[in-house]
């Protein structure tokens, strides 16, 4: 159905194609509605042809199988025997796909040799011959379809993309805490009793491996004797000012930061789907970088919720991750490439069915689909789309909303 009020006000200068509003959208589209021709029907609830006294009833059966046209025929109010018929019918699809169907007697009723698959949207053009007679019909019986100029659909926001293969990857989304690596704290203590002359470091100071922290004189030699820093780190505690004594303590406390450690909680219904060595993704609350790793090892303890603790390293180079810092994390459970995928925020309802919207032109319409796995965005389809499609991904909600408002008839 065209957007004719839509387009006759673009024309007219009314209105902007960049300010059309989705209300707008409708609204236009209820004033294009066409009168929709009544449909008659036959006994077997099948569309009746008609040509003089000679009539034909095209019904689509399935109950108990697969959808498939079924042939009645009839000369007046006398039924004619289906073996003295021949019948084609010729569907015409959206995208040039013709469905070409013949005719076999079965009963008292012509049974069509191929099924009818969703959707029942096509031109249909059936042929009969009876004694030295031959009949043809044809019309439009679409579903589900609807057409929008290119424009009007990149004004409204409508994306669409082409169905085809994807890579899914399947990952469990845990929560964790920031912790210092294993050896990266060095405590600092006097190697002899004295006083402290001097202090080179203090808390909060970035220090080298090899750099002077501090000066002590022994009590016993009275003699100075220098204190270097033995690794590269941070002081992060500080317990001795100039003038004190050393005492039998720990002086200073420095810390290597940059290497920390993801602590990640997994509760016991996923435990067994975690591997060792599983890539990782984690977010740190507050910020938009991704950090890359993966899972090293998992402590033996349980936390106080009973989820075992799985460890990552974190590179911190430039220091500007916190021990104690929470996080979230993605853990790859699985990785795998399903041959077509579509996605989920194309999929609206149609009937009974789930579909997106297959774009040929400026036209688009259902396709219904069969579906297996979700993994992110993504949903997998088993079947009902062929791959290379141009589909509506974005915005697919105006689609069904402007073909809810043509409910144009169909046989079923």
Same mark, same amino acid.
């Given at each position: 159905m065209k957007l004719k009020s839509?387009?006759?006000a673009l024309i007219l200068g009314q209105l902007s194609v960049a300010s059309i509003s989705y209300s707008q959208f409708t609204h236009a589209q209820s004033t294009a509605d066409p009168v929709t021709e009544e449909v008659k029907k036959g006994p077997n609830n099948g569309r009746m042809l008609q040509d003089g006294d000679f009539a034909i009833e095209l019904a689509i059966f399935e109950e108990g199988v697969k959808p498939e046209f079924r042939i009645y025929a009839t000369m007046g109010k006398v039924k004619l025997a289906a073996e003295d018929l021949a019948v084609n019918v010729k569907l015409s699809r959206l995208g040039?796909?013709?469905?070409?169907?013949?005719?076999?007697t079965e009963n008292n009723y012509l049974r069509g040799d191929m099924e009818i698959y969703e959707p029942h949207s096509f031109q249909v053009t059936l042929t009969a011959k009876y004694g030295n007679e031959k009949y043809q019909w044809s019309y439009d019986n679409f579903e589900g379809r609807t057409a929008i100029n290119d424009s009007i659909?990149?004004?409204?926001?409508? @994306?669409?993309?082409?169905v085809q293969s994807q890579i899914f990857n399947e990952t469990l989304k845990v929560f964790g805490k920031l912790k210092i690596a294993p050896n990266a704290?060095?405590?600092?203590?006097?190697?002899?009793?004295?006083?402290?002359?001097?202090l080179h470091a203090v808390l909060g100071q970035r220090v080298t491996k090899g750099q002077l922290l501090m000066t002590i004189e022994s009590n016993e030699s009275l003699q100075a004797y220098?204190?270097?820093?033995?690794?590269?780190?941070?002081v992060t505690a500080q317990n001795v000012g100039a003038g004190e004594q050393t005492n039998d303590r720990a002086l200073l406390t420095i810390t290597n930061t940059t290497m920390l450690i993801a602590e990640l909680g997994v509760f016991p219904i996923d435990q067994a789907k975690v591997k060792l060595g599983a890539s990782v993704n984690i977010s740190i609350p507050g910020t938009e970088k991704v950090i890359k790793t993966q899972l090293f090892d998992a402590l033996f303890d349980v936390s106080k919720?009973?989820? @075992?603790?799985?460890?990552?390293?974190?590179?911190?180079?430039?220091?500007?991750l916190s021990a104690g810092q929470f996080l979230s994390a993605e853990i790859l459970l699985d990785k795998y490439k399903v041959p077509l995928a579509v996605k989920a925020d194309g999929l609206q309802s149609f009937r009974d069915f789930t579909v997106v919207y297959a774009k040929v032109?400026?036209?688009y319409e259902v396709r219904m689909l069969d579906l297996g796995r979700k993994v992110g965005p993504w949903v997998e389809v088993l079947g009902g789309i062929v791959e290379g499609t141009e589909y509506v991904a974005k915005n697919s909600?105006?689609?069904?909303a402007d073909i809810n408002k043509s409910a144009a008839s169909h046989d079923h």
């Open positions: 839509i387009v006759t040039g796909v013709e469905d070409d169907i013949d005719f076999y659909a990149k004004a409204m926001s409508i @994306k669409t993309e082409s704290v060095r405590n600092i203590s006097a190697r002899f009793p004295g006083e402290i002359k001097m220098k204190v270097y820093s033995p690794i590269n780190g941070l919720e009973q989820a @075992k603790l799985f460890r990552a390293e974190v590179a911190n180079p430039d220091g500007s032109d400026e036209e909600y105006i689609i069904k």
